[in-house]
């Protein structure tokens, strides 16, 4: 699995699309999350480290596209933190997804302890940069691609309150690109916190006070274009900003 976790984070650094892994290897869901540990501790072993977890097809269309159940998830280091501004120079084709975050005060160790874990909810975003050429890719691929994950942001936190069907709008230089409920993702965003409990709980990862929950994407993400300013808002969250050059 270290030559396949290689190649996807060798493209990675050199902002180089790469073929899928599955056209010319046999790779089913058990040995695709084998590689993107191995990817992740490429990204550990030059002084990285983990601070959360993002899901993925948390939208029944996405799944039913993807011909999967079950949602997917990656992990989330500290240099895809984006604070303000984001470098999109090495990106291979980003695009970019408003989402809902949850700040976890208290350890979980499996999905009873999820919400009750949660010190602080916020609007958020991700960027995604999926390795492969044409952005084509099967749920192998994909999951060992680390879930295209590459950065992420997030606005203010606040307490958690009901965030079942919250209103979210991401704005590129001050045009709609995209608009959606959180009701989107799983029917609400706490189910996909569960979630991403239980898979952790399965891979014998235990999610840790600090990091960062992405629950997945409210809507399609969509291009994210250099020398942009984006601002993502949710209704009772307030907003979020990121300017790309």
Do not use: C
């Not at 999350?33 to 550990?44: G, K, S």
């Not at 993807?66 to 240099?79: K, R």
């Amino acid at each position: 699995m270290n030559g396949l976790a290689e190649i996807l984070d060798d493209a990675a650094l050199a902002g180089r699309a790469v073929p899928r892994l599955t056209d010319a290897a046999d790779l089913d869901v058990p040995a695709a999350y084998e590689v993107q540990r191995a990817v992740i501790e490429r990204r550990l072993a030059r002084g990285e480290r983990v601070i959360g977890v993002k899901m993925g097809f948390t939208s029944r269309a996405k799944m039913v596209q993807m011909g999967v159940d079950d949602v997917i998830w990656g992990l989330l280091t500290d240099a895809m933190l984006v604070e303000s501004h984001l470098d999109t120079a090495g990106l291979i084709h980003p695009r970019i997804e408003p989402e809902i975050a949850f700040l976890l005060e208290r350890p979980v160790r499996g999905p009873a302890d999820a919400v009750a874990a949660v010190g602080g909810v916020a609007v958020g975003y991700e960027v995604l940069d999926s390795r492969y050429e044409d952005f084509s890719f099967t749920l192998a691929d994909v999951i060992a691609d680390n879930a295209s994950a590459s950065g992420f942001g997030h606005g203010p936190w606040r307490p958690l309150r009901d965030v079942g069907n919250l209103g979210l709008v991401m704005e590129i230089d001050g045009r709609p690109v995209a608009s959606g409920s959180s009701a989107a993702i799983l029917g609400d965003p706490l189910r996909s916190l569960t979630a991403a409990a239980r898979l952790a709980a399965a891979a014998g990862v235990e999610l840790q006070p600090g990091w960062v929950v992405l629950a997945g994407a409210a809507t399609a993400a969509v291009p994210l274009p250099a020398g942009a300013h984006v601002r993502v808002s949710a209704a009772g969250l307030g907003h979020v900003e990121v300017t790309t050059r």
